[in-house]
């Protein structure tokens, strides 16, 4: 497959977030609807970012060391390990998840509804966070009169679900059929959204793109910037930012230069400049060297990252530092853990998944949830109560042999907690202390409260998925900004401590899960400073280029698609000729292929319904065609030869769950390479399971000592 021609529509076709979005099925379980390809050039994005994560480990190595090295990102790797819990529900218990419309894709289709209709046509979503947030929205609707007979609910146990990891309840499919009775009684321009969420109401409207440029909280932070362009005599809106910090702050610069624009003064430069010398490392002792196990250096050696972040989006930051040989003691306490309980091992462990050919029965051990052994591998675990005074003295002990303290909680909590940045800098005055919230705290949204599907209906990437109105949207079937937020926050990381390797100076990191969701819709945003007009969905057709044919076709068995996506005359005409039907003629030019694309599509689909979808892929691609199979994650695990030739899944030892594949970190470094295992070569911590060797070892307590620590609720 190293030699298939891709464009976007096929590279997220064949890495898996296909398969993961668009609208439920009919009652009867029939897709009569094909599945939704996210736009706009969502693949490159992704691995753009990670391929960033790559290049800042590279670049803080070659500053420590002197050393430069190779590095490398795939596309479809990238995209393939960038979906959610389809990846890890097929591991752990061959569960395939099925599509549901603009909510997260779930082992079973549910009626449940998460999003709610205006009376003018937009849309509202509510994320239930359990049963006291239950209690909270019934209480906030009755007091704007929308009553229930729903009563007391069950106690609330603290502990949080990955939104689309578990059966929503009769109780909460009611509770949102009140949400959703009051949300119709508004216009999408006022819904009281922010005073629902002052209420505690887990909610956002999903905002068209550029909304978000005219809202004071992002151009409060500096989100946006007007960029001139002098040719034209304009300036045109950009995302320019994904969080903030006490250092440096992002770059708007200039726009993106002319066609050899340049030229004339980057030859100027060459010819009167000297070739700099080598500048030796700051290091005056030498670099920490940890091999891993490939028996090569770890970039991030001697990095130690005193961790509170939990839930994908921060606690996917400190796992690709951990990959890259940081020490992270993830930190927890048992009235809120992380999430842990989603794509559970199965009952009778690997041996009964290797013999399994259909979905298995998983295990209720919180350590035994495969989507947190995905989350957080090559990470020690330490309990500890923070909030009990001598969890206080110890995590400030920790916090003062540390670089980095990460945490993903709402903005405030670790300032209650006496652990704000003020108090972060007298322990440790280079420390680096990287925050990442729902939608920062700077600003005026701070203490908002945000999961995925939040972020990214706020951020607008919600809105630009699905077939043109007067459909809803299909969003995205997982947390698609948990991951992105994820690159992004481990970027922001890795450029502090590559400051503070220059520099000597830690800082505040203010990062916002949403602003990198509206960092990545940047593009839809300058369409429409540019030319004026917001973006519109347009299903599988190509959103800008014009390209035809361009969508998602039918193939022979269950719920099986291919998408192809012809960008040039040439490769329509290979089509046609592989075709080889009369009708084709009719669309011998792109102007009638675009103006006719419906007819196109159903005649294409006519000739693909029968076929073998990879029988055709391969025959298609022999021909120059970009084509590409809709991927489920057992297709990618079971029968995609690349990914498997590019290793993108490791096999690494958990302490109670065992040994299980891992998503191998996404980027290939030659001299320095990763491992998802970390510098310990272990999957993601049992509760509490490196208690001793962190007290001990590092803090030098005795047993005893960890004992009473025990017996009086500090760890």
Known sequence: MAGFRANDLVHLALGGPVMNCGYDPRPDGFYDLPPIAPAQWNSYLIAGEQLLIGILAAVLHQARTGEGQYVSCAVHEAV???????????????????????????????????????????????????????????????????????????????????????????????????????????????????????????????????????????????????????????????????????????????????????TEAVKASLITSDV???????????????????????????????DFSWFLASAGGTRFLAALGAEVIKVEWKANPDTRMAAMAPEGGRAAREAAVGPLRGVTDPDMGGQFNNKNPGKRGLSLNVRHPEGLAIAKRLIAMSDIVAEGFSPG????????????????????????????????????????????????????????????????????????????????????????????????????????????????ILEWSALGRGWSRSGNHSPQRSAAPHAIYRTAGDDRWIAIACTTDAEWQSLAALIDADWTAEFSTLAARLEHQETLDRRIEAWTRLQDGYALMTQLQSRGIPAGVCQTAGDRVEQDP?????????????????????????????????????????????????????????????????????EDGVI
């Open 413 to 524: 909590v670790l300032d209650r907690w006496g652990l704000g940045w003020d108090e972060l800098r007298k322990i440790k005055p280079d420390i680096i202390y990287a925050q990442q919230s729902g939608m920062g705290t700077a600003g005026t949204y701070g203490r908002l409260r945000a999961v995925g599907p939040i972020a990214g209906a706020l951020a607008g990437v919600t809105e630009m998925s699905g077939l043109p109105n007067p459909a809803m949207p299909a969003g995205w079937g997982y947390s698609y900004l948990d991951w992105i937020g994820a690159y992004s926050f481990s970027t922001a990381m890795l450029s502090a401590l590559l400051y503070r390797e220059r520099t000597g100076e830690g800082q505040w990191i203010d990062a916002s899960q949403t602003e990198s969701g509206i960092y990545i819709a940047g593009g839809a």
């Open 80 to 262: 393939a390990k960038s979906t959610e819990l389809d990846l890890m529900n097929w591991v752990m218990r061959r569960s395939p998840l099925n599509r549901q419309t603009c909510r997260h894709a779930a082992e079973k289709v549910s009626s449940v509804v998460t999003v709610a209709q205006t009376k003018d046509g937009r849309y509202l979503i509510t994320v239930p966070m359990g049963a006291k947030n239950e209690a909270q929205i019934i209480d906030y609707l009755a007091a704007q009169g929308v009553a229930s007979d729903l009563g007391d609910g069950a106690a609330d146990t603290g502990k949080r679900d990955i939104p689309g990891s578990n059966a929503v309840g009769e109780r909460t499919t009611r509770v949102l059929e009140l949400v959703e009775r009051y949300v119709r009684k508004h216009s999408y321009d006022n819904l009281p959204w922010l005073e629902m969420q002052e209420a505690g109401i887990v909610c956002s409207p999903i905002r068209r793109p550029h909304e978000n440029a005219l809202d004071p909280h992002w151009q409060s932070r500096g989100t946006f910037a007007e960029i001139e362009h002098p040719e034209l005599g304009r300036s045109f809106t950009y995302a320019v930012s994904k969080w903030i910090s006490t250092g440096p702050d992002f770059v708007a610069g200039r726009r993106a230069p002319l066609l050899g624009e340049d």
């Open 642 to 710: 690349q990914l498997a030739h590019l290793q993108w899944l490791t096999e690494v030892e958990g302490t109670k769950i065992g040994r299980w594949p891992l998503a191998e970190f996404p980027v290939k470094l030659a001299s320095t390479p990763a491992h998802i295992g970390g510098s310990i070569n272990r999957g993601a911590p049992c509760y509490g399971e490196d208690n001793e060797w962190v007290l001990g070892e590092l803090l030098g307590m005795d047993k005893r000592r960890i004992a009473h620590l025990a």
């Open 276 to 306: 700099p010398a080598m500048t030796r490392p700051r290091h005056a002792a030498p670099v920490p060297t940890l091999l891993s196990v490939h028996k090569k250096p770890m970039p991030l050696a001697g990095v130690r990252i005193f």
